[in-house]
């Protein structure tokens, strides 16, 4: 593992990535570059880094049967789960019984049609229709708070209070891929990562909030570097370098390069995936990695986690948000080994089964 200040990587990715106004080239904090060695996977014993917290089967119910699982909020009273296989959103209580839906799919205004991405705020549950090119306002009780509608095709969002965030994928005059909108959504204030070319989208949580520190995070999953946002500045923050693609022999293919993803910081605590790639080819190799920003210790892992021993580990446990300083892992059962079932017991939600709403499992980041 290579662990430096690389100023002159930094410097290339200020030039290739700038935006309008040239406000990404401020840089008031430290910034990190870590070369990433994917010839050392082992596995992450969480409970060196976290303490568990506690076990919470989603009930399984007709009416909130959950496919696959996008994100996970915690707010002081409740569970609020996007279901992005099914374009549902659905609220539980902190023991995992089921409550109600956040909206419904439809086409009138208190409806949405197809979400594309999810965050809350304060309780106030934000919801991007890709359809309509509205943020749909829901507090938590599913009541319908407002939308608004936006001039712009947006993939993923953050609201803030200069604006709005959100990939667009250079579908704009001036081909930025990231753009600030202005509060009412209908012009942009800044532009972001010109390009000419298609931005490859990974599904993934582009934005994401340190509520360690309150700082909002970007990742750019094109140049593999993390970033600050600060107000209408983005600041490159963290640069991860993956090497040369050794597979690659006189061909004029770009190096693989991670396209990280899912990426989750609370304080000195980094996770993130990522993904070794052929130019215009799907990845072909998966792995997540850990990263202690306060010691700079790395692990990289596939999906071998050492979960505490109370848990029942499914092959492909899966970290699906930091909610409210929870590292919140989810686990599926129907992909649990034979030999687990033997072990289940009946819930306090009833007897689980291979076709039973997922598992979350919460724990407590050690500082």
Same mark, same amino acid.
């Given at each position: 593992?290579?662990?430096?200040?690389?100023?002159?990587?930094?410097?290339?990715?200020?030039?290739?990535?700038?935006?309008?106004?040239?406000?990404?080239?401020?840089?008031?904090?430290?910034?990190?570059?870590?070369?990433?060695?994917?010839?050392?996977?082992?596995?992450?014993?969480?409970?060196?880094?976290?303490?568990?917290?506690?076990?919470?089967?989603?009930e399984?119910?007709?009416?909130?049967?959950?496919?696959?699982?996008g994100?996970? @909020?915690?707010?002081?009273?409740?569970?609020?789960?996007?279901?992005?296989?099914?374009?549902?959103?659905?609220?539980?209580?902190?023991?995992?019984?089921?409550?109600?839906?956040?909206?419904?799919?439809?086409?009138?205004?208190?409806?949405?049609?197809?979400?594309?991405?999810?965050?809350?705020?304060?309780?106030?549950?934000?919801?991007?229709?890709?359809?309509?090119?509205?943020?749909?306002?829901?507090?938590?009780?599913?009541k319908?708070?407002?939308?608004?509608?936006?001039?712009?095709?947006?993939?993923?969002?953050?609201?803030v209070?200069?604006?709005?965030?959100?990939?667009?994928?250079?579908?704009?005059?001036?081909?930025?891929?990231?753009?600030?909108?202005?509060?009412?959504?209908?012009?942009?204030?800044?532009?972001?990562?010109?390009?000419?070319?298609?931005?490859?989208?990974?599904?993934?949580?582009?934005?994401?909030?340190n509520?360690?520190?309150?700082?909002?995070?970007?990742?750019?999953?094109?140049?593999?570097?993390?970033?600050?946002?600060?107000?209408d500045?983005?600041?490159?923050?963290?640069?991860?370098?993956?090497?040369?693609?050794?597979?690659?022999?006189?061909?004029?293919?770009?190096?693989?390069?991670?396209?990280?993803?899912?990426?989750?910081?609370?304080?000195?605590?980094? @996770?993130?995936?990522f993904?070794?790639?052929?130019?215009?080819?799907?990845?072909?190799?998966?792995?997540?990695?850990?990263?202690?920003?306060?010691?700079?210790?790395?692990?990289?892992?596939? @999906?071998?986690?050492?979960?505490?021993?109370?848990?029942?580990?499914?092959?492909?446990?899966?970290?699906?948000?930091?909610?409210?300083?929870?590292?919140?892992?989810?686990?599926?059962p129907?992909?649990?080994?034979?030999k687990?079932?033997?072990?289940?017991?009946?819930?306090?939600?009833?007897?689980?089964?291979?076709?039973?709403?997922?598992?979350?499992?919460l724990?407590?980041?050690?500082?």
């Amino acid at each position: 593992m290579k662990i430096a200040i690389n100023l002159l990587f930094v410097l290339a990715i200020c030039i290739m990535s700038s935006c309008n106004n040239s406000s990404i080239m401020k840089r008031v904090s430290p910034i990190y570059s870590y070369e990433i060695n994917t010839d050392n996977v082992s596995e992450l014993n969480l409970q060196k880094i976290a303490d568990l917290d506690k076990i919470i089967p989603l009930e399984t119910k007709d009416e909130c049967l959950i496919n696959s699982i996008g994100k996970v @909020f915690i707010s002081d009273s409740a569970l609020v789960v996007w279901d992005k296989g099914n374009n549902n959103i659905f609220v539980f209580d902190n023991a995992g019984r089921y409550q109600r839906s956040i909206g419904r799919s439809g086409p009138s205004p208190e409806e949405y049609i197809n979400i594309g991405d999810v965050q809350m705020q304060n309780d106030t549950v934000q919801i991007l229709d890709v359809a309509t090119r509205r943020i749909l306002n829901y507090n938590i009780s599913g009541k319908f708070i407002s939308s608004i509608q936006s001039a712009y095709y947006l993939y993923t969002f953050y609201v803030v209070p200069e604006g709005c965030w959100g990939i667009n994928v250079y579908q704009n005059k001036d081909h930025y891929n990231l753009i600030l909108l202005d509060e009412n959504l209908q012009k942009i204030k800044r532009g972001c990562f010109a390009s000419d070319q298609v931005l490859p989208l990974c599904p993934t949580n582009n934005f994401s909030k340190n509520e360690k520190n309150g700082e909002l995070i970007f990742h750019y999953q094109d140049n593999d570097t993390i970033y600050k946002i600060q107000e209408d500045s983005i600041l490159p923050f963290i640069a991860l370098e993956f090497g040369k693609n050794e597979e690659l022999k006189g061909g004029d293919v770009e190096s693989s390069k991670g396209h990280i993803h899912d990426v989750h910081l609370y304080g000195d605590h980094l @996770f993130f995936s990522f993904s070794h790639a052929l130019k215009d080819k799907m990845p072909y190799v998966g792995y997540n990695c850990y990263i202690s920003l306060k010691n700079s210790e790395m692990t990289v892992y596939d @999906f071998n986690v050492v979960h505490d021993e109370k848990i029942l580990v499914s092959p492909l446990p899966e970290i699906v948000n930091i909610s409210k300083g929870k590292l919140i892992y989810q686990i599926v059962p129907g992909e649990f080994p034979e030999k687990v079932f033997d072990r289940l017991k009946e819930t306090s939600l009833g007897f689980m089964n291979n076709e039973s709403n997922p598992v979350l499992i919460l724990y407590n980041l050690k500082e």
